[in-house]
């Protein structure tokens, strides 16, 4: 399979705890893209890198959240004292360099209890 | 500021007739692309079609089309011969290409078909 992976599908933690996700989009693309869609809504964006460069951060990445793809590849969302507000299905995409659509993985779901 | 706007909470539909997924947006940028993506209930968001603001004819792709009317700010899909497995929730999305990289979305449709 050569679509974007995201791991774990799955997360369950208890509120205080930090978590850590994982995001490989397709290997040719250089650009990388993390939103957050919570339940009856659209995705809204996180986050964005070109290679290993974070371009962009919207105003919802709070000092709580910080992502990195340290080598231009995978990337990691990683969550720090997660709040139940955090709750949410993490999704990654990803889109070549002159490429219009991005390409989405199939999330990772997180609950904060 | 940019905003996709999808009117049509959800919808049912006959299997294997037409249905039109409404979608307006609002951009000051002259050049944008438009998108529209399925997610089933698995939750993976599937790319279904686009339309760049400049491109002269509707896209098609299939059987989807996109009604791209400039003038409304209007970017409506179009299924057609709908099937059980379309049933869904479709998302309307924008990105302006002075922002090399956000893509908007709207609330979304739910679109559901009986056999």
């Known amino acids: 399979d050569t679509g974007v992976s995201q791991n774990p599908r799955h997360k369950i933690t208890k509120r205080g705890q930090n978590v850590t996700f994982r995001c490989d989009p397709i290997s040719e693309h250089n650009r990388l893209y993390w939103y957050r869609q919570t339940l009856g809504q659209g995705p809204e964006f996180l986050t964005y890198f070109q290679n290993e460069a974070q371009l962009e951060k919207s105003r919802l990445l709070s000092d709580r959240f910080s992502a990195e793809r340290p080598k231009g590849s995978f990337s990691t969302l990683e969550i720090q004292r997660t709040e139940q507000g955090d709750s949410a299905m993490y999704l990654c995409?990803?889109?070549?360099?002159?490429?219009?659509?991005?390409?989405f993985g199939p999330g990772t779901r997180l609950t904060v209890t | 500021a940019q905003k996709i706007t999808q009117t049509q909470p959800g919808m049912f539909v006959q299997e294997k007739e037409a249905v039109t997924l409404d979608c307006t947006y609002d951009t000051s940028d002259p050049s944008y692309g438009l998108f529209w993506y399925k997610q089933p209930s698995s939750g993976e968001m599937i790319f279904l079609i686009y339309q760049g603001s400049y491109d002269q004819q509707n896209a098609t792709e299939g059987r989807y089309s996109l009604n791209f009317q400039k003038a409304r700010k209007s970017a409506n899909l179009v299924i057609s011969a709908s099937q059980l497995g379309d049933s869904a929730m479709y998302f309307c999305?924008?990105?302006?290409?002075?922002?090399?990289?956000?893509?908007?979305f709207g609330s979304g449709t739910r679109l559901s078909i009986r056999p």
């Open positions: 995409a990803s889109s070549a360099d002159r490429g219009n659509e991005q390409y």
């Open positions: 999305a924008m990105r302006a290409y002075s922002s090399a990289s956000k893509i908007i």
